[in-house]
């Protein structure tokens, strides 16, 4: 398994969480990294990119000034800070990796290589 995410669980509306994803990639450094979420029914919906260096992040409008994705390359993590959760904000999140995808194809989670096998997040009261 290249990608293992964990951190979710349930938590109140107006929380936050922190995911991490443990990536078995190597060089860690030269992928470009997502976060993705999908409830039952739906497709597969982007949430936030970081680019191989860090320099480089995009958001979704609907998580923009709550969630905030970084990446720790020495320990080869991925994280995803998401505070005010919403009950719209319950899924399954995933980690995506890629070591040649462009910026402007972020959005596209066919374009990625490698995922992992997801956690679930659920905001409820």
């Known amino acids: 398994v290249q990608l293992v995410e964990s951190g979710g669980g349930q938590v109140q509306p107006g929380g936050s969480l922190r995911l991490s994803c443990a990536g078995a990639?190597?060089?860690?450094?030269?992928?470009?990294m997502a976060w993705f979420r999908q409830t039952a029914g739906t497709e597969r919906e982007f949430v936030a990119y970081?680019?191989?260096?860090?320099?480089?992040?995009h958001y979704a409008d609907s998580v923009q000034g709550r969630f905030t994705i970084s990446r720790d390359d020495s320990v080869h993590i991925l994280y995803l800070q998401m505070n005010s959760l919403q009950p719209e904000d319950t899924a399954l999140y995933f980690c995506?990796?890629?070591?040649?995808?462009?910026?402007?194809?972020?959005?596209?989670?066919?374009?990625?290589?490698?995922w992992g096998r997801g956690t679930q997040v659920t905001v409820s009261a």
């Open positions: 995506a990796a890629d070591p040649i995808i462009a910026p402007r194809n972020a959005y596209f989670s066919p374009k990625y290589n490698f």
């Open positions: 970081i680019n191989w260096s860090g320099s480089q992040t």
């Open positions: 990639l190597r060089p860690f450094g030269n992928f470009a």
